[in-house]
Nanobody, 120 residues
Framework: QVHVLESGGGLVQAGGSLRLSCVVS????????MGWYRQAPGKPRKVVAS???????TYDDSVKDRFTCSRDNARNAVYLEMNSLRPEDTDVYYC??????????????WGQGTQVTVSS
């Protein structure tokens, strides 16, 4: 059984920083890509940053040069360092882990989400 647990959200002033952490627990699987998504009420979830198992990262244009995604494969963990935060970064942030389940099947597992609020 796979469990995805995020932590590290909170309230911060504009220009401040937060660090989100996510740990995937369970056994008997390899994790391919991991990533961070954000979602506002009534809107679709969208990717913020993703990282492959070999450490290749991609970022949404809105967070490039401000956010850094990193990963610890030994701990099945992924992190999002968020700097120079802006009020528009406010959202619920979700961690996702992609785990192969047989040939050509990859399942995406989600955490419960963590609220990030940036005050102006």
């Amino acid at each position: 059984q796979v469990h995805v647990l995020e932590s590290g959200g909170g309230l911060v002033q504009a220009g401040g920083s937060l660090r989100l952490s996510c740990v995937v627990s369970g056994s008997g699987f390899d994790i391919k890509a991991m990533g961070w998504y954000r979602q506002a009420p009534g809107k679709p979830r969208k990717v913020v940053a993703s990282i492959t198992s070999d450490g290749t990262t991609t970022y949404d244009d809105s967070v490039k040069d401000r956010f850094t995604c990193s990963r610890d494969n030994a701990r099945n963990a992924v992190y999002l360092e968020m700097n120079s935060l802006r009020p528009e970064d406010t959202d619920v942030y979700y961690c996702a882990a992609e785990i192969p389940r047989g040939s050509d099947i990859i399942e995406r597992y989600w955490g419960q989400g963590t609220q990030v609020t940036v005050s102006s």
